[in-house]
């Protein structure tokens, strides 16, 4: 049995009269679907802003929070670079010590002088008498009054070798090499403290790979947490959304946007909280070095590393959304 | 526009909700679901909103079976149906304006096309007065007017009605059916679900009535 129907004619919204209505959605052109995409876009983006404006202490609190488990990794990273920096102004200082022959004469060890410094892997050799040796040793040792004590002078001249190369594979080549010379008696090369500082620095590394990894982890927790709790505030708006047509993108989008946008915050805190905290530090560096007759001093935060830290931050606020939605997604359908 | 044939749903754990359902409607054509509680309505009504599938049997909706439609073609199914429920399913933080938008925002229609196509929604259902204003400001018959605008400002081939006069007075109600009758008359497939048998008798449609999920009566009400 069929419905009694009404044909009367009547005004419809965007339609005509006495016709079956055409969906709207009906073959849309590629204009129209680029303008829906880029307007879905968009709105999504301004609606996630406008949501996280409305709670700004919230808001702030969780951008507070990840940018906490941002800077450490990163601050400690900065810092490994400083140290890095100064233990290679350091080993560009390393030296090589020839102690020459007691019976060497000082123009023979001037002319040794001579040859090592025109050495294409040299950067500097200078010549210390053993009268200068000697003068030196009783001045440091406080032995003065013994030492004068003493027949004969027992310390050797010895020839400071600054090398040009620094790796430890040259500097050895080059220390058997002028252990070769004539009137050499040794020749010494310290890189115990170079190689020391090089496994404590490689040992931070790790460390600082390790709290990274360990950090990030919790930074998509956090973020992931705070997007359920979003889609928990707004579960039914999404049934009604995808009872009305909504797709899962359409519905993932806000919350991806709002990750992302957690992400640029706590990046730009993140990035504030290193700059304060690296010129704070580097007052109390400045003046240690200071003592140690030294001018190094802490570089800041690079610009290219705090954009780095902002990417970077981006994109892990929209990688724990999307993993957050993708997870709750599923129990989001209509009921 | 709809083909019921021999559709089955039988739930995991064991229960039925409907038996070999076999029937059809025409576009444009109106027509009432009734039966008591657990008599099937809602679960034909979930059926067609591809909220649930079918166990066995074959439904056709606009052409496309959805036993085997896909999920990523749900979305694009329900764009055109009109869905109007009982307890309205308003967003409480959104205007009158923008709940009714919505269907036409997901579609990303241009904001121009989307003011002129609500306004004239919500003057079908006499609340163009009530744009600005919150759900939460509208009485329980406006509210469900707003639904009514929402489920229809994107000209569905089809509007769902689950119970939506079942919070209404007999006057309310009277007034609801007939903003669906108007929206019938231009060509809109309209399919309510309701216990109301009174409302419905006076409506004099076409009247499904179902018990225990099986198809007892097809016929003009009286």
New interface residues.
Partial sequence: ????????P?E????S?????????DG?GFQ??L???V??HR?SLLDSLRRLLKQPIGSFFTCLVMAIALSLPMGLSLLLNNVERLGGSWQRAAQISLFLKLEASPAEAQRLRDEIAQMSDVAAADWISREQALDEFQQLSGLGEALKELPDNPLPSVILVTPEVVDKANLEALRLRLAEQPNVEQAQLDLVWVERLSAILKLGERFVFGLTLLLVSALLLVIGNTIRLHIENRR??I??????????S?VRRPFLYMGALYGVGAGLLAWLVLAFGLDWLNDAVVRLAGLYGSDFALGGVPSGDGLSLLLGALLLGYIGAWLAVARHLSEL??? | MIRFEQVGKRYPNGHVGLHELSFRV??????FVTGHSGAGKSTLLRLL?A?ERPTSGKLLLAGQDLATITN?QI??L???IG?VFQNH?L?FDRSVFNNVA?????????KVDIA??VM??LE?VSLADKAEHYPGDLSTGQQQRVGIA?A??????LLLADEPTGNLDPRLAAEIMGVF??I?????SVLIASHDLALIARM???MLTLQRGRLIG???AS
Avoid: C
Wanted: cysteine-free; charged content about 25%.
């Fill in positions: 049995m069929s419905a009694t129907r009404n044909s009367q009547a419809r919204v965007g339609g009269p006495n016709k079956p209505p055409k969906p709207v959605s849309p129209q679907l303008h829906a995409w307007e879905s709105t039914s708006e049934e009604v959304i995808k009872l009305v047509g909504g797709t899962d359409y359908a209509p009921r | 025409r576009r444009g054509e109106f027509l909103l909220m990523a979305p694009f329900r764009r055109q869905v399913q967003l919505l269907p036409l925002q997901i579609l990303g229609l241009a002129k196509r004239s929604a079908r929402r229809v400002v994107h000209q569905p081939a009758e108007d019938n008359r231009l060509g809109t004099r449609h076409r097809d016929g003009e």
